[in-house]
């Protein structure tokens, strides 16, 4: 059975820099799709990066050259990282990873941040940006 679970949040103040982890494990297959979503209170969990199997990535306008996504593999295990930089108080929320085994849906050769088809999800790291 897969179990994802996310560390890594905290408070930051405006400008600052924060990295999360979400470790999968128990993986059984080689492909994948890892995405990580925020949600803050009145607004809908959105996906702000994805990354498919072989690293490409997709990032939501919001975030773009400001989050990088990674992924390091072991053979039952993924670890997704998010680095995040100049942080700002709208990117307060809650973060959580998500997983599917079948890989990313594609839209032009690139993951769609609208790919339905997570299976497992982490419960989720708070983030705080605020002075």
């Excluded at 999360?20 to 996906?47: H, K, N, P, V, Y």
């Excluded at 199997?53 to 989050?67: H, P």
């Excluded at 039952?76 to 990117?91: I, N, V």
């Amino acid at each position: 059975q897969v179990h994802v679970k996310e560390s890594g949040g905290g408070s930051v103040q405006p400008g600052g820099s924060l990295m999360l982890s979400c470790a999968a494990s128990g993986i059984t297959r080689s492909g994948s799709c890892m995405a990580w979503f925020r949600q803050d209170s009145g607004r809908e969990r959105e996906a702000i990066a994805v990354i498919d199997t072989d690293g490409t990535t997709e990032y939501a306008d919001s975030v773009k050259g400001r989050f990088t996504i990674a992924i390091s593999k072991d053979s039952a295990k993924r670890t997704m990282y998010l680095e995040m930089s100049d942080l700002q108080p709208e990117d307060s929320g809650t973060y959580s990873c998500a997983y599917d085994p079948w890989g990313c849906t594609l839209i032009n050769g690139r993951p769609s941040l609208v790919h339905q088809g997570y299976r497992n999800w982490g419960q989720g790291t708070q983030v705080t940006v605020s002075s």
